[in-house]
C-alpha cells in the first residue's frame, strides 16, 4: 500500500474554464517553443522519459500508446505526489483476476520537459501489481497512456533514444523513399493499423493491429479462424496485466508487412483467450504490435493527421530473439545490481538444471552479475546458439555452480 505519498483532495478546476483556451492559446501558454526533445532510456523494448505531475519530483514513466489514462504503478519512500480530486475505482484489465482498486483524479498539470498539459486524468494503483521498477532495474513510477500523444506529432528515435513532441502547425513532413506512412484508426484514443502477416503454411493474412508502445514484446496475435498457432511453441507468461498474469504459447510466424519493409521471422505471442476477453470485445483488433518490432524503426506517430511513419534503423535485420534459458530476472533492489530468479518456464532449461526462484545470480557466461546490465544479461541467455552456459549462484547463503545446456526454444 502506498503509505509513502500524500493525495490531497482538491475542487476540479473547471473544464468549461479550459474549454474556452483556444488551440492557439494552449501552445503559446504551454509549448514555449515548436518542439521539445526529451532523452529517454530504453529499458526492455519500452521508452522511459521523465516527467512531473503537479508539485512531484521527477518521476520516470513508461510512454504508452496502448493505454488510454495515465497510471501511477508505484512510489518509493522518498517520493510524494499531490493530486487533484480523486475518487475510488475499480480498474479492469488483461489478465484472468479480478478488477483492482485504484484512485481516479481529474484536473492535474503533466510536465514534459517545457510542455504543460492541463486538465489530465491520472489513476493511482493503491498496490503496486507490476513491479516495474524490479523487472527493469531502474526507477519506474507509472506509464504516460495515449492522451499525452493526442495534441502532437511524436517523432521517436528508436536508434539515438529521444523522442521529440512537435507542434503540429509548425511541424513539416520530410519525404523521402526511405519513409513510409501509414494510415491510421483511433479507438478510445488508441492508435491502430491494417497490415498483413504470413504464417508459415503460406497465408497472407490482413490483421488490424493496435499500436501499442508500451508491450516489451515484437507482436502478438489473436488464435482464430485464419490465424493459427505456430507448430513449434512454447507456453510461458506473456506478462502482466491489471488483472493478474498473461499467460499464453509463444511461436514465430514467417514475416509481417510495414508498408513496404517486410520483417521476417518475429516471435509471435497468442494469449489465452480468458486473458483477452476486455480487450477484444472492445476494438475487435487482432493483435498489437509491441516495442520489439516497433524499435526497428524511427518512427512518427501523427495523431492530428491520422497517421504513422516508419523508417527503418540500425535495427531492422537483427534477428528476433527469445529468451532460451526459460529464466526471468528482477532486481530485488531497483538501481542496485543484485539479480534474482524471479520465474522459470515449466520444460525450460532452466527448470531442468535446477534452478530456483529466488536464487541470486553471482556469474554467468564467465561474468561477474555487478559488471552486467540486466539488458546485457538477456543477451546471453538469449543466444541463439545452441551451448553450456556456467552459472554461479547463491542460494541460501551457499555458492551452487550450475550448467545451464541453453537451446532455441522457438
Given at each position: 500500500m502506498y503509505r509513502h505519498f500524500l493525495i490531497i483532495l482538491v475542487l476540479i478546476i473547471s473544464s468549461s474554464t479550459y474549454a474556452q483556451n483556444n488551440k492557439r492559446s494552449f501552445w503559446e501558454k504551454f509549448f514555449e517553443?515548436?518542439?521539445?526533445?526529451?532523452?529517454?532510456?530504453?529499458?526492455?523494448?519500452?521508452?522511459?522519459?521523465?516527467?512531473?505531475?503537479?508539485?512531484?519530483?521527477?518521476?520516470?514513466?513508461?510512454l504508452d500508446t496502448g493505454l488510454k489514462t495515465s497510471l501511477i504503478t508505484e512510489l518509493a519512500k522518498d517520493d510524494s505526489l499531490t493530486i487533484n480530486y480523486a475518487k475510488k475505482i475499480q480498474l479492469h484489465g488483461l489478465g484472468e483476476g479480478e478488477p483492482v482498486e485504484a484512485y481516479t483524479s481529474f484536473g492535474n498539470d503533466i510536465h514534459i520537459g517545457n510542455i504543460h498539459l492541463k486538465?489530465?486524468?491520472?489513476?493511482v494503483l493503491l498496490e503496486d501489481l507490476f513491479y516495474l521498477s524490479k523487472k527493469a532495474g531502474t526507477k519506474i513510477n507509472g506509464i504516460l497512456g495515449a492522451t499525452i500523444f493526442e495534441r502532437f506529432v511524436v517523432e521517436i528515435n528508436y536508434s539515438k533514444d529521444y523522442v521529440?513532441?512537435?507542434?503540429?502547425?509548425?511541424?513539416?513532413?520530410?519525404?523521402?523513399?526511405?519513409?513510409?506512412?501509414l494510415p491510421l484508426e483511433f479507438i478510445n484514443k488508441k492508435p491502430y493499423i491494417h497490415t498483413w502477416i504470413t504464417d508459415f503454411n503460406g497465408n497472407r493474412i490482413k490483421v488490424k493491429l493496435l499500436i501499442?508502445?508500451?508491450?516489451?514484446?515484437?507482436?502478438?496475435?489473436?488464435?482464430?479462424?485464419?490465424?493459427?498457432?505456430?507448430?513449434?511453441?512454447?507456453?510461458?507468461?506473456?506478462?502482466?496485466?491489471?488483472?493478474?498474469?498473461?499467460?499464453?504459447?509463444?511461436?514465430?510466424?514467417?514475416?509481417?508487412?510495414i508498408g513496404k519493409y517486410i520483417l521476417k521471422e518475429p516471435t509471435a505471442s497468442f494469449p489465452d483467450t480468458s486473458s483477452l476477453h476486455l480487450a477484444i470485445q472492445n476494438?475487435?483488433?487482432?493483435?498489437?504490435?509491441?516495442?520489439?518490432?516497433?524499435?526497428?524503426?524511427?518512427?512518427?506517430?501523427?495523431?492530428?493527421?491520422?497517421?504513422?511513419?516508419?523508417?527503418?534503423?540500425?535495427?531492422?535485420?537483427?534477428?528476433?530473439?527469445?529468451?532460451?534459458?526459460?529464466?526471468?530476472?528482477?532486481?530485488?533492489?531497483?538501481n542496485i545490481k543484485?539479480?534474482?530468479?524471479?520465474?522459470?518456464?515449466?520444460?525450460?532449461?532452466?527448470?531442468?538444471?535446477?534452478?530456483?526462484?529466488?536464487?541470486?545470480?553471482i556469474r554467468i557466461d564467465g561474468k561477474n552479475t555487478f559488471d552486467l546490465t540486466l539488458?546485457?544479461?538477456?543477451?546471453?541467455?538469449?543466444?541463439?546458439?545452441?551451448?553450456?552456459?556456467?552459472?554461479?549462484?547463491?542460494?541460501?547463503?551457499?555458492?551452487?555452480?550450475?550448467?545451464?545446456?541453453?537451446?532455441?526454444?522457438?
Amino acid at each position: 500500500m502506498y503509505r509513502h505519498f500524500l493525495i490531497i483532495l482538491v475542487l476540479i478546476i473547471s473544464s468549461s474554464t479550459y474549454a474556452q483556451n483556444n488551440k492557439r492559446s494552449f501552445w503559446e501558454k504551454f509549448f514555449e517553443n515548436n518542439s521539445t526533445k526529451i532523452e529517454f532510456r530504453q529499458i526492455n523494448h519500452n521508452i522511459v522519459i521523465p516527467a512531473r505531475i503537479n508539485d512531484s519530483d521527477t518521476l520516470w514513466f513508461i510512454l504508452d500508446t496502448g493505454l488510454k489514462t495515465s497510471l501511477i504503478t508505484e512510489l518509493a519512500k522518498d517520493d510524494s505526489l499531490t493530486i487533484n480530486y480523486a475518487k475510488k475505482i475499480q480498474l479492469h484489465g488483461l489478465g484472468e483476476g479480478e478488477p483492482v482498486e485504484a484512485y481516479t483524479s481529474f484536473g492535474n498539470d503533466i510536465h514534459i520537459g517545457n510542455i504543460h498539459l492541463k486538465q489530465q486524468k491520472v489513476n493511482v494503483l493503491l498496490e503496486d501489481l507490476f513491479y516495474l521498477s524490479k523487472k527493469a532495474g531502474t526507477k519506474i513510477n507509472g506509464i504516460l497512456g495515449a492522451t499525452i500523444f493526442e495534441r502532437f506529432v511524436v517523432e521517436i528515435n528508436y536508434s539515438k533514444d529521444y523522442v521529440i513532441f512537435h507542434k503540429p502547425e509548425s511541424y513539416e513532413h520530410k519525404h523521402n523513399k526511405k519513409t513510409i506512412c501509414l494510415p491510421l484508426e483511433f479507438i478510445n484514443k488508441k492508435p491502430y493499423i491494417h497490415t498483413w502477416i504470413t504464417d508459415f503454411n503460406g497465408n497472407r493474412i490482413k490483421v488490424k493491429l493496435l499500436i501499442d508502445t508500451g508491450a516489451s514484446l515484437a507482436l502478438w496475435l489473436q488464435e482464430n479462424e485464419q490465424i493459427s498457432i505456430p507448430e513449434k511453441n512454447v507456453y510461458n507468461i506473456l506478462g502482466q496485466g491489471l488483472s493478474g498474469d498473461i499467460y499464453g504459447k509463444i511461436g514465430r510466424i514467417k514475416n509481417i508487412e510495414i508498408g513496404k519493409y517486410i520483417l521476417k521471422e518475429p516471435t509471435a505471442s497468442f494469449p489465452d483467450t480468458s486473458s483477452l476477453h476486455l480487450a477484444i470485445q472492445n476494438d475487435h483488433r487482432n493483435g498489437s504490435l509491441g516495442g520489439d518490432l516497433l524499435r526497428r524503426f524511427n518512427v512518427i506517430i501523427d495523431y492530428p493527421n491520422k497517421r504513422i511513419c516508419f523508417k527503418r534503423n540500425r535495427s531492422f535485420k537483427k534477428e528476433f530473439t527469445y529468451n532460451n534459458s526459460g529464466i526471468d530476472i528482477e532486481t530485488p533492489f531497483p538501481n542496485i545490481k543484485v539479480y534474482a530468479v524471479s520465474y522459470i518456464m515449466k520444460g525450460s532449461p532452466a527448470e531442468a538444471a535446477g534452478i530456483r526462484i529466488g536464487d541470486q545470480l553471482i556469474r554467468i557466461d564467465g561474468k561477474n552479475t555487478f559488471d552486467l546490465t540486466l539488458k546485457r544479461m538477456y543477451k546471453i541467455l538469449s543466444s541463439t546458439r545452441k551451448r553450456n552456459l556456467k552459472i554461479r549462484i547463491l542460494r541460501d547463503g551457499k555458492f551452487h555452480n550450475i550448467t545451464l545446456k541453453t537451446k532455441k526454444l522457438i
